[in-house]
């Protein structure tokens, strides 16, 4: 079955960076775009960054351009989510995201990602 498995969390002070990594199985993973959202509490879950299965054209919510890079491997089937200049407005839960069409939409667990002083 398709699992997603975050890590790369934790607490950072402001203008640290952090790198998540999400690793991927269960699906032939070169063939689908993926993507890394985040949830803050008591807000909606949105799109931080999108990336195609060749790895080129990414997409960024405005809130993280020049800030964040996501990246792919497809011998390791794992994206990444390179963070610089941290903002405690960063702050949320970050997940791994497919979509695979006629089998559905797939998450992982998330990983917290704190930033604060």
């Known amino acids: 079955q398709v699992q997603l498995v975050e890590s790369g969390g934790g607490l950072v002070q402001p203008g640290g960076s952090l790198k998540l990594s999400c690793a991927a199985s269960?699906?032939?993973?070169?063939?689908?775009?993926m993507n890394w959202y985040r949830q803050a509490p008591g807000k909606e879950r949105e799109l931080v960054a999108a990336?195609?299965?060749?790895?080129?054209?990414?997409n960024y919510a405005d809130s993280v351009k020049g800030r964040f890079t996501i990246s792919r491997d497809n011998a390791k089937n794992t994206v990444y989510l390179q963070m610089n200049s941290l903002k405690p407005e960063d702050t949320a839960v970050y997940y791994c995201?497919?979509?695979?069409?006629?089998?559905?939409?797939?998450w992982g667990q998330g990983t917290q990602v704190t930033v604060s002083s």
């Open positions: 990336i195609p299965s060749t790895g080129g054209n990414t």
């Open positions: 269960g699906f032939t993973f070169s063939r689908y775009s």
């Open positions: 995201n497919v979509r695979i069409p006629y089998l559905g939409n797939y």
